[in-house]
Every structure is written in C-alpha cells, then in structure tokens.
C-alpha cells in the first residue's frame, strides 16, 4: 500500500513516469501472481495488457487506493476472461506435411460442400425464418457465442438458443425429406 496514492495518482495522470512506475511496482506481483493462479501460461504478456489498460485509463479513473486496486484487478480479471475465450477458439495448429500426410477419406467440410453445394446450402436457409437465418448463420459462419449472438440480434440467450434449436431442426426436416446424405 501506498503512504502517498492520491499524490502519485495525481502525477500519474499528467504523465510522471516515475508516478507510473511506482503504482506498477506497487501492483505488478499481485497481478501476475493472480494471472499465475488462473493459469495463464504467458504471465508477463498479460501482465503488460493489464497495465497498459490501467495507464491508458487512468483519466476514467475515480476513486482511492482500495477503489484503484479493485479496478486493477477488474481489468486483470476481463483479460483473463479474454485469454481463456481466444484460447478455447483457436484450435492447435500442426504444420502440413504432405509427405506424411495418410488420410484416405476427404474432409466431412468437402464432402458436404461437394453434396450440397453453395447454392443449396443459400436455398436452404432462405427456407428458414430471418430470425433463424440470422441466428445460424452467426453461431456457424460468424462462430460467435450464444451470448454474442445475443448481443447483436438484441435476443436473450436463451431465445437465441431456441432460434438455433428450431433451425436446425427445419433444416433436418427438409434434408430428410429430400432425403439428402452426404
């Protein structure tokens, strides 16, 4: 804790960079450490986000030295939330190596693109309901969350859940009905 917070706080603000460097010094182990027990691999990479967040909104800031610790460690907990969101999206890369490469049966992806083709693909979904279209074509297309989703069709969850649910079933419908295999 700081003797002079609301003096350094204050000569932060216009610029000190020894105002900065002390809140920093101040903070930096308790948030790497904090990132190291939420199971960041990269700990100092974060750790440097969390700070240049907190420098950069400095001026936004309102409050003491318990509010600015809390807001710190809010900052460190979204980058986290981030982290862990970006990883769970991005699949491990394995270089191609095409000498090695054994597989004897095309992808499903081509397989389904070859059945159903494009235009298809386009006929089918005009079929759906525009809030189902929309719904579909943002959780597979765009591959964002249900709570993204959400967000930009201005839906709860849950309605958008239910969109999803009876788009795909449509679509089910239709495909056995046509009795299409891929």
Do not use: C
């Not at 986000?49 to 420098?55: D, I, S, T």
């Not at 070859?114 to 809030?131: V, W």
Request: proline share 3%.
């Amino acid at each position: 804790m700081l003797d002079d917070f609301d003096q350094v706080l204050a000569r932060a603000r216009t610029g000190s960079a020894e105002a900065f460097a002390t809140l920093y010094e101040d903070l930096v182990r308790p948030v790497a450490a904090y990132l190291r027990a939420r199971g960041v691999r990269d700990v100092e990479d974060l750790t440097s986000e969390v700070f240049l967040a907190v420098f950069t909104g400095l001026g936004r800031f309102a409050g003491g030295q318990e509010q600015f610790r809390s807001w710190v460690f809010t900052i460190a907990h979204r980058r986290v939330v981030d982290h862990w969101r970006s990883g769970s999206r991005t699949v491990p890369q394995a270089p191609y190596e095409p000498d090695e490469d054994d597989r004897t049966v095309e992808s499903a992806e081509n397989q389904a693109l070859r059945a159903l083709g494009e235009e298809q693909a386009l006929a089918l979904l005009a079929l759906l309901t525009d809030d189902q279209r929309e719904v579909l074509v943002l959780r597979i297309v765009a591959d964002l969350t249900v709570e993204q989703v959400g967000e930009v069709v201005g839906k709860r969850p849950g309605a958008v859940k239910a969109l999803q649910h009876r788009g795909l079933a449509t679509l089910r419908r239709i495909l056995e009905s046509e009795a299409v295999t891929l």
